[in-house]
Nanobody, 120 residues
Framework: QVQVVESGGGLVQPGGSLRLSCAASGSIFSINAMGWYRQAPGKERELVATISGIGTQYVDFAKGRFTISRDIGKNTAYLQMNSLKPEDTAAYYC???????????????WGQGTQVTVSS
């Protein structure tokens, strides 16, 4: 199996920064894409950014403020968030599109989420 664990969330003041991390472990053959999503209370989960061998993609609200990166050797993804706003408050989830060693297919593995609260 593949486990995904996020970390780095917390309480930050408006205008502040946070760096989220997402580590995958277990029986991993390879990971071909990583992504960050978020879900605010009462709202649907939404895409924030993705990274793969093709490159990076950001949704509009993340452009210029958030940066996604990865360390392939560590099976880890990062999300650097700057100039945070109260509306960025949400649970942030990581998704790894991975192939386990016992499988021939790539499937999506999700973490449990890390809470980000932007408030003064």
């Amino acid at each position: 199996q593949v486990q995904v664990v996020e970390s780095g969330g917390g309480l930050v003041q408006p205008g502040g920064s946070l760096r989220l991390s997402c580590a995958a472990s277990g029986s991993i053959f390879s990971i071909n894409a990583m992504g960050w999503y978020r879900q605010a209370p009462g709202k649907e989960r939404e895409l924030v950014a993705t990274i793969s061998g093709i490159g990076t993609q950001y949704v509009d609200f993340a452009k210029g403020r958030f940066t996604i990166s990865r360390d392939i050797g560590k099976n880890t993804a990062y999300l650097q968030m700057n100039s945070l706003k109260p509306e960025d408050t949400a649970a942030y989830y990581c998704k790894m599109r991975a192939r386990a060693t016992f499988s021939l297919q790539y499937i999506d593995y999700w973490g449990q989420g890390t809470q980000v609260t932007v408030s003064s």
